[in-house]
Nanobody, 117 residues
Framework: QAQVVESGGGLVQPGGSLRLSCSAP????????MGWYRQAPGRQRELVAT???????NYADSLKGRFSIGRENAKNTVYLQMDSLQLEDTAVYYC???????????WGQGTQVTVSV
C-alpha cells in the first residue's frame, strides 16, 4: 500500500494563506484522483477539493474562489493553496488518494490547520 505524506499545515491569522502538499512517492503509476478533505472538531469529515489525473477539479461550493487545487502527475503530488483563511477553516486536513474509480481510497495521516487571531 502506497504511503501518503502531507505537509504544510500550521497556524495562521484570519485573512492569511497556507499551502498544503501531499505526495505518494512509493506508488508506481499515476493516481486517478487526489485531493483534500477536512474535519473540524465535532464535525464530520467533508470534501475540500479533488483533482483527477486529467485536471478535472471538484470543489466544495463554500470554498470556491478561496482555495485552489493543483497536481503534478509525474510526482503523484497534489497541492492546496488556501487564501483568505477564516476561523471556520480550522480543521485537520486529510490528503485523499485513489488509484482508480473502484479502488479503496488511501488517506494521509492529516495535517492541522489553525486559523486564529
Amino acid at each position: 500500500q502506497a504511503q501518503v505524506v502531507e505537509s504544510g499545515g500550521g497556524l495562521v491569522q484570519p485573512g492569511g494563506s497556507l499551502r498544503l502538499s501531499c505526495s505518494a512517492p512509493g506508488y508506481a503509476g499515476t493516481l486517478e484522483t487526489m485531493g483534500w478533505y477536512r474535519q473540524a472538531p465535532g464535525r464530520q469529515r467533508e470534501l475540500v477539493a479533488t483533482i483527477s489525473n486529467h485536471d478535472t477539479t471538484n470543489y466544495a461550493d463554500s470554498l470556491k474562489g478561496r482555495f485552489s487545487i493543483g497536481r503534478e502527475n509525474a510526482k503523484n503530488t497534489v497541492y492546496l493553496q488556501m487564501d483568505s483563511l477564516q476561523l471556520e477553516d480550522t480543521a485537520v486536513y486529510y490528503c485523499y488518494t485513489r488509484r482508480h474509480r473502484f479502488a479503496v481510497p488511501i488517506w494521509g495521516q492529516g495535517t492541522q490547520v489553525t486559523v486564529s487571531v
